[in-house]
């Protein structure tokens, strides 16, 4: 551990004043409004380095990112960006580089820090409907205004969408073969109050949310249901300002699994997964000073019994208590230089841990985790209109409980737990310049991440298909990234960004495998953006996406000894959007019509899916 924080201090010296901080990009409600997506996956996709790596979250070739909403944890799954309405957001900062500094485990290859809108004095009514041509729709109602002295705002949806994942034809995975098209609903809301004044701000949220994801078959869905309590608070004394957030959530999972195949859909497996945690952080800002803590205890439950005669098969229990700490300084000199130092320090213990699997009770013996995870960043405003940026940094990501001892036996699917992991630790340069002139700007960054212990998932097809996350041994991923903003004549605007990225094991037991690109990373990754906005209320934005091949496991295998293939081709994609506002007075209407795979491309995303072609989307919101 001492020795990688000191390569990664002495890297950073070594490049001196080409360094600064890792970029961010911030997402404002107001481009939120003018892209109008149906969710939040669909506008950060178009976003530079930024992809979903088979379900995970992933920055420039790093599949570890961190989520946060309104302060904390979400993991980084793309389902947990599902459950948050484009409408409720009123900010997306996306941080690329290692982020383990101040956001934790998650965020090896940065984090997206999502901030939803807040309680606001003003009486506000917007109702939003959408509709695809899948037959899938949503429908949402958001309000606010204030009672008593306490302002309140209040946000609902109801919505399904149809075929949200499509059975690829030469799946690996035999067990996934579907029997009919798929299926997602989602129900829920959450009602937020605050008070103000002049040196506090105190406020309470509850977030309810239903969701049934059916994959395919009668017999083969997921229940799920969360409750989300949290309390908040601000106090500012001068220069002073102390920040504290409380949150507890309850998950509930209800799985029912078929047999798998096409042949016998009776239902086999059935079970809960519950997950309950506390979460707690507090945080101090003083001029160019921060520090805080965060203290998490996660207790959660899995249960499986056969179906047809409620005999058990594996039950797993487990509490995992974090403790957190960070700080950072940052400090201006000589007028143009900027410095940042900040690091954090975690600690897990996995204590509680007791399984029954194979008709044996065990409890596993408790076991301590930690790292301490620095940082340090230079910037230098070298001209007007140039400017130099980078950072240092490290990371980490320790195995979680279901990873080491979860244990699932279906007669075509098997998923095999490893005890033996260890924690993923890395090292992430980069550096870059940032130019501006009138009418445009552009960025170039090279980043670097290096892994020791990476964890990825092995999957072996076959009747049953087998699953398991193993260490690979030392990997890395680098490359360049490029974004350019330009405006082309009045009121047309042109945004653009590339990356490269390149990955590769470097050292590992398996020789075999030494040489081999990481999954689901992209060598290529293209997004172009035109917009035009030259009518008053309306918006035009036509967008290129590209993506080369990629492939599905560490093997490299194009194709496995039985003939299924294990390489996504490259595709690109073309989407249309025109919005218009009709404003009458203080109201005012939205229309957005969106044509998602404008030339019904139809490709291949993950071990299972493929993209299920050109969706028209239409969509109304009234403001009142």
Request: proline residues 3%; aromatic residues 10%; charged residues 20%.
């Amino acid at each position: 551990m001492h020795c990688r924080i000191f390569r990664a201090c002495l890297l950073l010296c070594c490049l001196g004043t080409a360094l600064a901080d890792n970029s961010r990009e911030i997402i404002s409600a107001a481009e939120i409004e003018r892209e109008k997506p149906a969710s939040l996956m669909e506008l950060l996709r178009k976003r530079g380095g930024l992809g979903d790596s088979s379900g995970a979250l992933s920055l420039r070739g790093v599949p570890k990112i961190a989520l946060y909403v309104d302060g904390f944890s979400r993991g980084g799954a793309v389902t947990e960006l599902e459950k948050i309405k484009p409408q409720d957001v009123a900010s997306i900062e996306i941080i690329r580089g290692a982020a383990s500094n101040r956001y934790g485990a998650d965020a090896l290859g940065g984090a997206i820090i999502i901030t939803t809108l807040q309680a606001k004095p003003q009486w506000e009514l917007g109702l939003v409907q959408g509709y695809d041509s899948l037959d899938s729709h949503y429908s949402r109602a958001i309000g606010s205004g204030a009672v008593g002295g306490i302002d309140v705002r209040a946000s609902f949806e109801d919505s399904l969408s149809n075929r949200w994942m499509v059975q690829r034809n030469n799946s690996p995975l035999l067990s996934m073969a579907q029997t009919q098209d798929s299926r997602f609903a989602k129900r829920g809301g959450d009602i937020k109050s605050s008070y103000r004044n002049d040196w506090l701000t105190a406020g309470a949220e509850l977030n309810y949310l239903e969701q049934t994801r059916n994959y395919g078959r009668p017999n083969n869905y997921n229940e799920y249901t969360t409750v989300r309590p949290k309390l908040f608070s601000e106090m500012r004394f001068g220069e002073l300002k102390l920040n504290g957030k409380l949150m507890y959530e309850d998950n509930r999972t209800d799985v029912f699994r078929d047999i798998g195949g096409t042949q016998d859909l009776a239902l086999y497996m059935q079970g809960p997964e519950t997950e309950n945690s506390v979460n707690l952080e507090v945080q101090a800002d003083y001029h160019a000073f921060n520090a805080g803590l965060v203290y998490a205890v996660n207790q959660a439950g899995i249960e499986q019994r056969l179906a047809s005669n409620g005999r058990r098969l594996f039950a797993m229990d487990s509490t995992v208590d974090r403790i957190g700490l960070f700080g950072g300084y940052g400090l201006d000199f000589w007028d143009d230089w900027h410095l940042d130092a900040s690091g954090r320090y975690d600690q897990y213990d996995y204590s509680g841990i007791s399984i029954y699997d194979a008709g044996l009770d065990s409890r596993e013996p408790d076991a301590f985790k930690k790292a301490f995870n620095p940082k340090l960043a230079l910037s230098w405003k070298t001209l007007s209109w140039l400017s130099l940026r980078g950072s240092a940094a490290t990371g980490f990501m320790p195995p979680d409980p279901a990873t080491l001892y979860f244990r699932q036996t279906r007669p075509n699917y098997v998923v095999l737990p490893n005890p033996t992991l260890k924690p993923e630790q890395s090292t992430t340069l980069d550096f870059g310049t940032e130019a501006s002139w009138q009418g445009g700007k552009a960025e170039l960054t090279w980043f670097y991440t290096l892994w020791t212990d990476k964890m990825e998932s092995l999957v072996t097809s076959g009747v049953p298909n087998i699953k398991q996350t193993v260490n690979l041994g030392a990997s890395e991923s680098k490359g360049l990234e490029l974004s350019v903003n330009q405006s082309l004549v009045d009121a047309l605007n042109l945004a653009l960004n590339y990356t490269l990225t390149t990955t590769k094991i470097t050292e590992s037991l398996n020789g075999a495998i030494i040489g081999n690109e990481l999954a689901f990373q992209p060598r290529h990754r293209i997004n172009a953006v035109l917009t035009y906005t030259g009518i008053p209320g309306l918006t035009t934005r036509l967008n290129l996406h590209h993506e080369s091949e990629q492939y599905m496991d560490f093997r490299n295998l194009s194709r496995d000894a039985n003939g299924y293939a294990w390489l996504n081709k490259a595709y690109t994609t073309l989407d249309f959007l025109v919005t218009k506002k009709i404003g009458i007075d203080k109201h005012s209407v939205n229309l957005t019509l969106a044509v998602n795979n404008l030339l019904d491309n139809r490709f291949e995303k993950s071990l299972f899916q493929s993209d299920p072609g050109r969706i028209v989307r239409g969509e109304i919101g009234v403001n009142f």
